[in-house]
């Protein structure tokens, strides 16, 4: 006989279908109770979609708003609970769920009260719709929306100004969801916002227009980027960017050698805050010839065994670090590591002594040290452990995220 533990037998396993012909009831009372695996009784809050029993609600509601239970339970309650606004508005108001840390529950909250119609939530959806986190942003856009559609797009402008960034952004959207033209936004002093602006363009001959009349060499920039975007005219993009008389960010102490390799490998996929002159310099320069990755790992092995380095097979830094990936490979030597990057003839190395690093060398690799190693990429922000900040020459030739 099926029951809820044969029909969610593991975390992550669900017979979604089964569940949602399961008794109503006897998925309320399971949620219920606390007692159970979070993972199950989550599983049994979705298949409650559309059909919560009334003699259970109160006891739904009070694992909502119990803080010792699971979060993942919690918030997929508020989702589920979006009947409630007379029971749960008063709870998700009160101050003290400012102090709510769990993880994902105060998003939920905030959604939530936007669902319920809670236009003092405005400016605090309106941050949360401006999170660099797909997942933050989603809710936030979900509460604004559910605001939008019940108080009108105007009443909710108003609850909010104009001076943070994030206002201007969701003004932004706005517009462009009642068919206004959002050109003017790519002259807005903050990259995000400006961002989302070429993001929502869509017709080429006006960005055209624009790219003569732009106030501002960003705004130029931006427009560019998304007339490429609609085109992919890389001579187009190239006649543009040389109009405006091919503007760089300029690094003190990056060469030409270590910028190529960094602008064609994160300038394509920077965060939204970076500067456009890198993402217009990477759709205008030259690819680099694809590497010889294996050839390059062997010459390194070559030119250190003939130092007597003794070094082991390489080993992707992913699978060194038994998780994620990244940019290069790392060689064993005895108690030092050797790090070969797969971006360029770039090696550094760890607790290596000169003769490792001289081999190196000698067989036509460059050793990137500290000094090289530290200078800071100004403009281009990349994602690095939560961060979206620009990083160091050693980080982006180096890279590994979990």
């Not at 409650?48 to 239970?69: N, S």
């Not at 939560?386 to 030739?397: A, C, I």
């Amino acid at each position: 006989m099926r029951n809820i533990e044969t029909l969610v037998p593991s975390a992550g396993r669900a017979d979604t279908v089964g569940l949602s012909e399961f008794d109503a009831g006897e998925l309320a009372r399971y949620v219920a109770d606390p007692a159970h695996p979070w993972w199950r009784r989550r599983s049994c809050v979705l298949a409650l979609a559309g059909r919560v029993p009334e003699r259970y609600a109160a006891e739904l509601i009070a694992r909502v708003c119990d803080p010792e239970d699971v979060a993942e339970v919690r918030v997929a309650l508020l989702g589920l609970l979006t009947d409630r606004a007379s029971e749960l508005l008063p709870w998700l108001r009160h101050e003290d769920r400012r102090h709510e840390r769990s993880y994902g529950v105060p998003e939920a909250i905030l959604k939530a009260r936007g669902v319920f119609g809670d236009r003092s939530a405005a400016p605090e959806l309106v941050t949360l719709a401006a999170s660099p986190w797909a997942r933050w942003r989603a809710a936030g856009e979900d509460g604004l929306d559910e605001l939008v559609t019940r108080y009108g797009a105007e009443a909710i402008l108003a609850d909010i100004g104009v001076v943070r960034p994030e206002d201007r952004a969701f003004r932004v959207r706005m517009r462009h969801r009642a068919g206004a033209d959002v050109t003017d936004a790519l002259a807005d002093p903050d990259r995000g916002v400006a961002y989302l602006a070429q993001s929502l363009l869509s017709d080429p001959v006006r960005l055209r227009g624009y790219l003569g009349e732009a106030p501002t060499e960003d705004a130029a920039l931006w427009a560019a980027y998304a007339l490429h975007r609609l085109t992919g005219d890389v001579d187009e993009t190239r006649a543009a960017y040389e109009a405006l008389g091919s503007p760089r960010v300029e690094v003190d102490g990056l060469d030409e050698e270590l910028r190529g390799a960094i602008v064609h490998e994160y300038a394509g996929r920077c965060e939204r805050q970076s500067d456009p002159r890198w993402r217009v310099e990477a759709l205008c320069a030259e690819p680099p010839v694809p590497p010889d990755q294996d050839g390059r790992l062997s010459r390194v092995i070559a030119a250190l065994t003939a130092a007597g380095q003794a070094p082991g097979p390489p080993v992707p830094c992913g699978e060194y670090h038994h998780q994620g990936g990244g940019t290069y490979h790392v060689i064993e030597c005895g108690g030092s590591e050797v790090w070969v990057s797969t971006l360029g003839r770039f090696v550094t190395g760890s607790g290596t002594d000169a003769a490792a690093r001289d081999a190196v060398e000698s067989a036509g690799f460059r050793w990137i040290d500290e000094t090289t190693g530290a200078i800071r990429v100004t403009g281009l922000c990349v994602y690095y452990f939560g961060e979206r900040e620009p990083v160091g020459v050693d980080t982006l030739l180096f890279y590994w995220q979990d």
